[in-house]
């Protein structure tokens, strides 16, 4: 029965969200280059894109995908804040599983460390290389 109930509390505790509103979605969407039909569809409201697409942009979403633009030779840093829902004084430390030697991942800081529920903390993710 406890196992259970842990696994039920790790499903529904995510640990850390990315947050995001719904104008970050359509800003997102309209970068990605939708028509504004498109987004009203997706949206159910009369919400649309302001000014041309930039799908550069893309990578400045608060989201946990990350998109980057890969040209010949690629220096991109991706910031991106959380916030912790599981539980206070929790720790969390960033991984790689990388096998392409063009390509070098880093991510400052490595580690955040929360002490209370809902705080907040950014990460850098630097992805540098070459196609």
Known sequence: MDQGIL??????????????????????LCNYGYDANKIKQISGDNSSC?????????????Y?????????????????????????NSTYKAIFIHSNPKVKISVKPKILSFRSLNEKQSFVVTVIGEA
């Open 7 to 28: 696994i039920h509390n790790k499903l529904f505790t995510p640990g850390l969200v990315y947050d995001i509103t719904q104008e970050d979605y359509v800003e997102m």
């Open 64 to 88: 946990p995908a990350m998109v980057i633009p890969v040209h010949k030779h690629f220096n991109v840093k991706i910031h991106r804040t959380v916030t912790n829902v599981g539980f206070h």
């Open 50 to 62: 302001h000014g041309a697409s930039k799908r550069s942009l893309v990578k400045d979403t608060n």
